[in-house]
């Protein structure tokens, strides 16, 4: 069985065969490597960039009949076009190199956040930067605007803002939780659901605010993935999650990694992944007009001893 056959086999099970994921996850970085250079249009992702291709003595093409071919250095182009891959193998490729990555560790957990408003109507528009330095008691730092700002202590133990902890959604949860969230895919899903409060505005009109169960889904997930320092295998677990969602499209390269949109009742959201460390780079959620309420664009989410003074 050839390798599109075999991933394809694969998908189609509950769980991709290690084979597969790692095939996968092959193409994947292969793919961001070089390539044909599409310029894409897409809102908040315009300014994506393609890679350029890169030159191998020996290059390995699958074509889109699944037929795998050697190409010689000094053999002509070939015309045979390679497969891209779906929104879901990306997710799956993700996921397999989430888990095969080692644990970090650290004194505290930073993370670096520009948020851009850009609803339309909306008068505080503009970017926001925000840096927060948060121990494993829950106790945190905080510094907005420029580097030059200084970071302050974020409350104390009688403001009620120590051991806040870290959001996944709107959810705020302990260290300790994050490393015991569940590593299945379908019971991160269930504990996501269960535990937002935005669920109360699923069923509700849209006009009223109301959500799908999916669009709590996708943004619980966002916020794990980007900004908490959640285990290696409850990541991989957020990925498989995502892959299961109905409507996963690969939006190409992108820059700093490839493009992927999730679409759900009335909405979607678009993300940037970056294949070779299997971290969200930003995410945005839209309306089914195209109209984006924002961009979360992060820059750090990583563990430091180092306090800035």
Known sequence: MDELKMLATALGSPEPSQEAADRSRHRLQNTMRGGPVRKRRIGWLAGGLGLTAATAATAILVTSTGTT???HPNSPPSTAAQSPLSGRQILL??????EKAPAASGI?????????KTSKG????????????TRRDGRSWVREG?????????????????NNGFFVGTTKLSFEQIQRLPADPTALKTYITRHSDLMRLVG???????????EVLIGGISSLLEMTPAPPAVRAAAFRALAKLPEVKNLGPVKGGV?????????WSRMVLDPATSRLLNSAFGDADHNASGTSKVDAAEWTNTLPR
């Open 146 to 162: 420029s580097p030059t700002s200084p970071v302050k202590e974020n409350g104390g133990p009688h403001s009620g803002t120590w």
């Open 93 to 98: 490729a993700a996921a397999t190199t989430a």
């Open 108 to 116: 505290y957990w930073h993370v670096k956040t520009v948020y851009t």
């Open 204 to 214: 509700k009109p849209v006009d009223k605010g109301g959500m799908s169960v999916d």
């Open 259 to 267: 493009g992927l949109q999730i679409s759900f009742h009335d909405g």
């Open 69 to 71: 071919t050697t190409a």
């Open 122 to 133: 909306d008068t505080d528009t503009g970017a926001s930067v925000i840096e927060t330095w």
